[in-house]
């Protein structure tokens, strides 16, 4: 029995192990080959020219905007959600409304994808764009901005939760409204539980890619407006793959490194954060005073 | 709107408070002097916070809390449309049970207060901070941590933290709730003696369990039992020749 667990636990393992090695083994090659500089900052992706080139730089580029911009929307909306859960709506409507927003996660990226092509793009082409072009990175930001809202709330309000009533009570004791309680003492309080659940989000919006690919166009093109067809390295590598083979294969397999290391990053900032966390109560915070 | 000008004085008149079907404090009437110490005494869950908590209108937060009864502070009435809740509390400060010092730094706690009203000037700030501190007794420990986390204090000074953090908002009244109950009987006397000092200008009404310090620091002690006023007095009366047969057996320490 005892190998059947242990087995069990070193399976994750092994397959974290496979896909890495999968990756950079057929990735990174290709990437010396091509040349580091040339591949992350070359302008120019046509795979299947007779003089093929492999620049990814418009991807990194459109990957980068898409997902700062639907971080923001998610976060704007998100942590207003959260905060008006936490002490602004009735009681009686706070676990409906939460379940709610967990049903929104549970809907599959695909649907979301669809309400994009046949809702939001639309809406912008007619009613903001300027250019009359729906597709292109607003439209993707505000799909996935509303795609990553359940985690923003409720890793938001799970870490206003966690912060003592104590504090609330106390400010509201000094004469403080409801707004200012909320703002200037519990919201900092739970400032790094928040800012892990955004790193979550992060997480989730550099890697969305079926969602992403329904609605951004896909021209790999260096991205000028937000009004333009551009494409993700996740649509990237979507888009390639059902048909490539080769050299092409290998650079998708490369762009598939590159996502792999902004992730691993998202991640092990998430887990620093987390550390912070604990950390804070015993010390690290006392250090910075003293140097004042 | 009502201003808290004046005489500090505090009056409650056919009080009774029910937290849904139950009858928390059954018709309570009672006149607490101003710049004196009142102490209310009493077992646990006669109803003493409860009591407390109405004068700072805390227990509006709680769900399913009714009221009766008229409730002045220096004759305003305190539940009146006219009376902002925020100008209320900033005038009737509350010392809780457990310190509960913001997670943040020493000046950014006694800051907090004034910087709700508006105050942003630096040295505005300063000021209201240093002067606080010092009425709290504690300037001289902390002066030279203003700027250290607050959670970093032993709870003593938290305490004393928080006496001052009240301070800040210019309060007329305390409302203290067992401020000592979780502190060392070293940090107990500095905060008996920092309220001896308060009450030249303050009325304060602290809530305690523990009989001599109701004497040591008290004027007047009201005694309450299952949501009532059983008696109410000058301390030495109500220690040394209690009317109520209960009140002499919970102060001698014979009750239930
Ligand atoms: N939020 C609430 N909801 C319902 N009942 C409550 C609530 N707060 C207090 N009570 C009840 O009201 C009564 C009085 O409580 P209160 O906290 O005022 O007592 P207390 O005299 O301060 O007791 P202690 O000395 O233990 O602090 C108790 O029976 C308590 O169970
Ligand atoms: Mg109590």
């Not at chain 2, 408070?17 to 102490?39: C, R, S």
């Amino acid at each position: 029995m005892r190998v059947v667990f242990l087995f069990s636990a070193f399976f994750s393992i092994l397959a974290l192990a496979t896909i890495t090695m999968f990756l950079f083994v057929s990735g990174v090659p290709f990437i010396a080959k091509t040349g580091f500089a040339k591949f992350l900052f070359g302008s120019d992706w046509i795979p299947l020219a007779d003089n093929p080139s492999y620049g990814i730089f418009p991807m990194i580029v459109a990957s980068l905007y898409v997902t700062a911009l639907s971080v923001i929307i998610g976060i704007g909306i998100g942590l207003l959600t959260a905060i008006a859960l936490y002490k602004f709506c009735p009681k009686k409507l706070v676990a409906p409304i939460r379940q709610m927003i967990n049903l929104l996660a549970g809907i599959p990226s695909v649907i979301f994808g669809l309400f994009g092509m046949t809702i939001v793009v639309p809406f912008i082409r007619d009613y903001v764009s300027p250019t009359g072009v729906g597709y292109g990175i607003l439209s993707a930001s505000l799909v996935l901005g509303i795609m990553i809202l359940p985690t923003i709330v409720s890793v938001s309000l799970d870490s206003l939760n966690s912060v003592s009533n104590t504090y609330y009570e106390g400010a509201l004791a000094l004469g403080a409204t409801k707004e200012q309680a909320t703002f200037k003492i519990m919201l900092p309080a739970a400032k790094s539980g928040i800012l892990a659940g955004v790193v979550l989000a992060v997480g989730r919006a550099v890697g969305e890619t079926m969602a992403v690919i329904m609605v951004i166009g896909g021209s790999p093109e260096r991205p000028t407006s937000l009004f333009q067809s551009v494409r993700t390295l996740t649509a990237n590598i979507a888009m390639g793959a059902m048909e490539s083979s080769g050299d092409t294969l290998s650079a998708l397999i490369a762009t598939g490194v590159v996502l792999f290391v902004f992730t691993l990053i998202l991640n092990v900032s998430f887990s620093l954060l987390k550390i912070d966390k604990r950390d804070k109560a015993d010390g690290k915070k006392e250090k910075r005073g003293t140097k004042k | 709107m009502n201003e808290f000008i004046g005489s500090m004085d505090i009056t409650a008149k056919g009080c009774n408070l029910y937290y849904g079907d139950f009858h928390a404090l059954k018709d309570i009437n009672i006149e607490i002097p101003e710049k004196q110490v009142t102490a209310l005494i009493g077992p646990s869950g006669c109803g003493k916070s409860t009591f407390l908590k109405i004068f700072n209108r805390m227990n509006d937060l709680v769900e399913g809390c009714r009221m009766e009864g008229e409730y002045r502070i220096g004759g305003v009435d305190i539940f009146d449309k006219e009376t902002d809740v925020n100008v209320l509390r900033k005038n009737v400060g509350m010392v809780f049970q457990k310190p509960n010092p913001f997670p943040m730094s020493i000046y950014d706690n006694i800051a907090f207060a004034p910087r709700t009203v508006g105050i942003t000037k630096r040295s505005e700030l300063d000021e209201i901070v240093e002067r606080s501190l010092r009425r709290a007794s504690i300037w001289d420990e902390v002066k030279d941590r203003l700027r250290k986390n607050a959670l970093g204090m032993s709870g003593g000074q938290q305490q004393r933290l928080c006496i001052a953090r009240s301070l800040a908002a210019s309060p007329k009244v305390l409302l203290m709730d067992e401020p000592t109950s979780a502190l060392d009987p070293i940090s107990t006397g500095k905060i008996e003696e920092l309220m001896e000092e308060l009450k030249k200008d303050l009325t304060i009404v602290i809530v305690t369990h523990n009989m001599q310090q109701a004497t040591r620091i008290a004027d007047k002690t009201a005694f309450f039992l299952l949501g009532e006023l059983v008696e109410y007095g000058n301390t030495d009366d109500i220690f040394t020749s209690p009317r109520d047969e209960r009140t002499e057996r919970y102060i001698t320490g014979r009750f239930g």
